[in-house]
Nanobody, 117 residues
């Protein structure tokens, strides 16, 4: 089993920045993708950003140019730098680790991000 531990959520004013981090308890081998999803009350969960172990990143249109995802394969961590935050970014952000070859997903417990106007 793999545990994902998130940190870095909180309350920030619009225009501010936050940095989320997620650490995996152990490696799951090659061909994996780490990412962040978010789900606001009454809305579907959506992909915010993801990054492969090869470094290829993918972003939701709503966060392009404002958020940057990065990962440290040696330390099994993924980070999400969120700048120019907007009230509509308010959500619970969950870390995801996808083992592509195993067809398995691992999830963190989520961290609350609240952006005040």
């Amino acid at each position: 089993q793999v545990q994902l531990v998130e940190s870095g959520g909180g309350l920030v004013q619009a225009g501010g920045s936050l940095r989320l981090s997620c650490a995996a308890s152990r490696t799951i081998g090659s061909f994996n993708v780490m990412g962040w999803y978010r789900q606001a009350p009454g809305k579907q969960r959506e992909l915010v950003a993801s990054i492969s172990d090869g470094g290829s990143a993918n972003y939701a249109d709503s966060v392009k140019g404002r958020f940057t995802i990065s990962r440290d394969n040696a330390n099994l961590t993924v980070h999400l730098q969120m700048n120019s935050l907007k009230p509509e970014d308010t959500s619970v952000y969950c870390c995801n680790l996808r083992a592509v070859l195993l067809h398995r997903d691992y999830w963190g417990q989520g961290t609350q991000v609240t952006v005040s106007s």
